[in-house]
Antibody, heavy 122, light 108 residues
Framework: QITLKESGPTLVKPTQTLTLTCTFS??????????VGWIRQPPGKALEWLAL???????RYSPSLKSRLTITKDTSKNQVVLTMTNMDPVDTATYYC??????????????WGQGTLVTVSS | SYELTQPPSVSVSPGQTARITCSGD??????AYWYQQKPGQAPVLVIY???ERPSGIPERFSGSSSGTTVTLTISGVQAEDEADYYC???????????FGTGTKVTVL
């Protein structure tokens, strides 16, 4: 079965760079049509899509955060890494990674990790 | 930037029908997806490609699309359906993804 798990620091200081790792099993990120995305959710607020990496290494980013985000994959390790620079307290959120099924005009997230809460504070 | 708008809350009695709307200019061009999120849990996909239901999702969940609005319908609402619901879709070019503002469904 497909599982994903996020890992990384629970506390980062303002201006620091956040690095989160998504380790998954049950699928290969080299399979056509597969992607892994990152989504975050500030406490009590809505989901916000951040980034998506496709099987062919195509990458997409939220326009509002594009300058701060980098998404990469290591297919051999079954991992996807998200980095976010210049962290601010408003970036405090639960960060999720999710398996994405993609196709013509189609991207959705059918398996999610449990999420990891990242707090930005000095 | 592109936005998907949902009503903040919907209240419904057990056994009745809940309808949650999601509005966005690109919805005539892009599929919509719906997620259910219960407190402290990760979201769960309940509808994909506007109206398809993943395996394991009860038949009382259905989706429809009309112009710039998509609707998630929960027929015969049960207490366990109390949750936050989010729509998701892409901008008109399909370049990036967006989640809706979210709707809290309360079962009275």
């Amino acid at each position: 079965q497909i599982t994903l798990k996020e890992s990384g620091p629970t506390l980062v200081k303002p201006t620091q760079t956040l690095t989160l790792t998504c380790t998954f099993s049950g699928f290969s990120l080299s399979t056509s049509g597969v992607g892994v995305g990152w989504i975050r959710q500030p406490p009590g607020k809505a989901l916000e899509w951040l980034a998506l990496i496709y099987w062919d290494d195509d990458k997409r980013y939220s326009p509002s955060l594009k300058s701060r985000l980098t998404i990469t994959k290591d297919t051999s390790k079954n991992q996807v890494v998200l980095t976010m620079t210049n962290m601010d307290p408003v970036d405090t959120a639960t960060y999720y990674c999710a398996h994405s099924s993609t196709g013509p005009a189609m991207v959705f997230f059918d398996y999610w990790g449990q999420g990891t809460l990242v707090t930005v504070s000095s | 930037s592109y936005e998907l708008t949902q009503p903040p809350s919907v209240s419904v009695s057990p056994g009745q029908t809940a309808r949650i709307t999601c509005s966005g200019d690109a919805l005539p061009k892009q599929y919509a997806y719906w997620y259910q999120q219960k407190p402290g849990q990760a979201p769960v996909l309940v509808i994909y490609k506007d109206s398809e239901r993943p395996s394991g999702i009860p038949e009382r969940f259905s989706g429809s699309s009309s112009g710039t609005t998509v609707t998630l319908t929960i027929s015969g609402v049960q207490a366990e359906d109390e949750a936050d619901y989010y729509c998701q879709s892409a901008d008109s070019s399909g370049t990036y993804q967006v989640f809706g503002t979210g709707t809290k469904v309360t079962v009275l």
